[in-house]
């Protein structure tokens, strides 16, 4: 998916909200496990974009600021309703398909 781009599909209730948490520390298994959010694409892909986020800080400092940069872009991504993909990295790493 594209950057910025929005989402045209039925989303379930709290999708938005899980996609958001995605990025808050491990909060990523909220969205990987509850249901029916766990279905989604658009969660998926930002559950997918926390946990690469997650692995990403165990990196120090440069992790850390990167990590917390991309964590602000997917949040506001998310809370527009618009998939996010992180630099360089996130089209090519897929933990979560």
């Known amino acids: 998916m594209s950057e910025n781009q929005n989402v045209s599909e039925q989303l379930p209730s709290n999708a938005k909200l899980f996609s958001i948490l995605s990025y808050v520390g491990i909060f990523w298994l909220l969205g990987l496990l509850i249901s029916p959010e766990k279905t989604s694409p658009f969660v998926r892909s930002h559950v997918n974009n926390g946990i690469i986020i997650s692995i990403m ?38 933990i979560v398909k």
């Not at 800080?57 to 998939?83: L, S």
């Open 57 to 94: 800080e165990c990196i120090p400092f440069v992790g850390w600021v990167c990590g917390i940069i991309c964590a602000i872009m997917g949040i506001i991504a998310a809370a527009k309703t618009q998939y996010f993909t992180i630099p360089v990295i996130g089209d090519k790493i897929k």
